[in-house]
């Protein structure tokens, strides 16, 4: 039993309080979102979400349920702080092992967050200084817009992300319910790169399409999308009406399914000229 579970009992002055067994499943999830340096930490009665954004036009949030916590505690209906998802990350792995156990705490604004991680009887304590949360963009990505939703292996598409031309500036994404019904483009120094994958393939799980859809990202947009690609089991894709990309990763968590949600903006409109 960790040294830290035997002392996990609740600070009086920690707006929010958490304890785990082992760092591994929270450690995935952050390194997972770190394409950027500073996240915004919610924590809520239903547990920890933790969001990075680029240049308005890209977003990703992990969401660690509370009952993968051993221990969580919130005295606040909602507590919001800016931290520096590196430094999190690089304190998180101080032992370099996933037998690390940790509490978590956090005072309120203008306090650091605070960090005990033990492991093997060696405790180590960290403070890391905490930010006011600006206000993230809310991509207002309800079901009621969506248009089309696959869901597939995440195998599957990490090898079509292998395939696609890497020096192109734009990715295309086609979603439809007639053929070709699931298609990736790519146009890059070697040419065109067009992936098809039909609706009966054994790639795709779900395929719920009502209308065409063509919609273009930058690729430099999508590309930190493949980090939450690499740890998750499944991933589901969905467009809405406003052309809006999101990535829904299923990732393992023990006994749990944890989930990263990456959006990102289209570039312009199919037939009209790119947007910076």
Do not use: W
């Amino acid at each position: 039993m960790s040294i830290l579970s035997q002392n996990a009992d609740v600070e009086d002055d920690c707006l929010f309080e958490a304890y785990l067994d082992s760092v591994k499943n929270i450690s995935v999830l952050l390194k997972a979102v770190n394409f950027k340096d500073n996240g915004i930490c919610f924590a809520t009665d239903k547990g920890l979400k933790v969001t990075v954004e680029d240049s308005k036009c890209v977003q990703a949030s992990a969401f660690i349920q509370r009952e993968v916590f051993q221990h969580y505690t919130l005295n606040d209906e909602q507590v919001v702080f800016k931290v520096n998802i590196s430094v999190l990350v690089e304190c998180l792995n101080i032992f370099g092992g996933s037998a690390t156990a940790l509490k978590m705490c956090y005072q309120g604004y203008g306090f650091p967050l605070t960090l005990l991680l033990e492991e093997g009887g060696v405790i180590t304590d960290c403070s890391i200084r905490t930010l006011e949360a600006e206000e993230i963009l809310d991509f207002n990505f309800s079901a009621a817009n969506v248009l089309n939703k696959i869901i597939l292996r995440s195998e599957c598409l990490k090898e079509v992300f292998a395939e696609l031309d890497t020096s192109s500036d734009l990715i295309e994404i086609l979603l439809s319910p007639d053929p070709p019904y699931f298609r990736i483009t790519t146009a890059g120094t070697a040419g065109d790169t067009k992936i098809d994958i039909p609706k009966n393939s054994d790639m795709i799980e779900t395929f719920q399409c009502t209308t065409l859809a063509t919609s273009r990202y930058k690729l430099s947009h999508v590309k930190p999308s493949s980090k939450s690609l690499a740890v998750s089991q499944k991933v589901s894709i969905r467009t809405d009406d406003r052309g809006l990309l999101c990535f829904q990763y299923m990732i393992p968590a023990d006994n749990h399914t944890c989930f990263i949600e990456y959006c990102c903006t289209p570039v312009a409109d199919i037939d009209g000229e790119y947007d910076e």
